[in-house]
């Protein structure tokens, strides 16, 4: 997603799709993105390069550059190197390399070689031994943290030799490490972790995971883990909106506001206000046609109260000011894109503390 004005959306096809918003506020089909054979896994915008980053279950990956003078978009091919599904995609924050899960138990750290004018791509392979499902950069481009099947969360050194990289040393990296070294290794989680996220200062890292929890940690002690096991069901994804208050959603169909309290993750609130009117007492002949008709005579109907009708799939900050998220977004199974105003939700709900 790029901005709130266009999008990039894939839904279960081999395309990705842009939509553009127009002056009434309403999203409408601009360009269609086709160049993969088998369904696209994961997308991903660079806003400052304003190019788009493709992977599929061909094993392929694709960057489309946009052509002021043919005025469309162009693909250029990945040389992945990988045998089996591409299944994750994420540019770095200097946008100058991206990162390529897949189900081949290792991650492609991508970069343009400017000698033979392609995007190649070098592999970081052990300790995974499972599908990667999701990654996410630090904020000093040289460092990655990658979720997968075998349910554990990693951080890496990516720092790139050929990019002539200096990375500094931090609580991550104490000391300089090269490409592909695995700096901290997290067995908390007992599922697949689907979803993993550094704060916006890079101090903490957050994922959550298909047993429902979510999980933080700051490097500060990279040995103490807060995790918070749910009640509900599986998450897929997280983000923060500052640096002590995280989003999650997954297969609750809403977004979830916990919150970092001393060495503790705490629920705080659904963040999708129902708005959904308390039925009156029902008839006897309205009673009976809902027997009729649905082999019921409740009147549960079949439209959920929440604004996703199905899992949420992922979720993105659309925009933030001095380390604070302002809105957010949510994708989910449903085919819905949904825009959250952080400031309206404050506003709305009474027990949000953010």
């Known amino acids: ?3 709130v004005r266009e999008a990039v ?3 279960q096809s081999t395309g990705a799709t842009i939509y553009k918003k127009d002056s009434k506020g309403t999203y409408t089909k601009d360009t269609e993105l086709a160049k993969h054979i088998e369904r696209i896994k994961s997308v991903d915008w660079a806003p400052n390069s304003n190019r788009i980053a493709t992977c599929a279950g061909d094993r392929n990956a694709y960057i489309w550059n946009w052509n ?13 190197r990988i045998d089996r599904a591409a299944t994750y995609i994420r540019w770095s924050p200097k946008e100058d390399r991206f990162a390529v899960g897949s189900g081949a138990r290792l991650l492609s750290i991508c970069y343009y070689d400017e000698e033979h004018d392609w995007w190649v791509s070098k592999h970081v392979k052990k300790p995974i031994r499972s599908t990667i499902l ?6 000093n481009n040289y460092l990655i943290a990658v979720g ?18 200096k990375p500094e040393t931090s609580g991550w990296m104490p000391k300089l490490s090269k490409f592909g070294t695995l700096l901290v290794e997290f067995d908390t989680s007992e599922g ?9 200062s890079g101090d903490k890292l957050a994922w959550v995971s298909h047993d429902a929890s979510v999980n933080v940690v700051d490097m500060g002690n990279l040995t103490k883990v807060y995790r918070c096991l749910t009640t509900g069901l599986p998450l897929s994804s997280v983000i923060w909106l500052h640096e002590s208050s995280l989003v999650c959603g997954g297969h609750e169909n809403c977004p979830v506001l916990y919150n970092i309290v001393g060495e503790n993750v705490v629920y705080g609130a659904k963040l999708d206000v129902n708005t959904k009117k308390a039925g009156g007492g029902m008839s006897a002949m309205a009673r009976f046609r809902q027997l009729d008709d649905k082999g019921t005579d409740g009147d549960k109907g079949t439209k959920l ?8 799939s992922e979720l993105r900050v659309t925009k933030a000011e001095g380390g604070r998220a302002k809105q957010f977004s949510s994708s989910g199974v449903d085919g819905r894109l949904v825009v959250w105003e952080v400031d309206v939700l404050a506003a709305t709900i009474n027990e949000l503390n953010i």
Not at 68 to 80: D, G, M, Q, R, T
Not at 134 to 139: F, G, I, R, T
């Open 192 to 200: 697949w972790v689907h979803g993993v996220k550094f704060s916006p």
């Open 134 to 139: 999701c990654c996410d950069w630090h904020p």
């Open 148 to 165: 997968s099947c075998d349910f554990k969360c990693r951080v890496f050194s990516s720092a790139l030799k050929e990019l002539e990289d």
């Open 305 to 312: 109260t929440t604004t996703h009708q199905n899992a949420i």
């Open 9 to 11: 959306v894939s839904t």
């Open 1 to 3: 997603q790029r901005r």
């Open 68 to 80: 002021a003078e043919e005025n469309k978009w162009k693909p250029s091919l990945v040389l992945l």
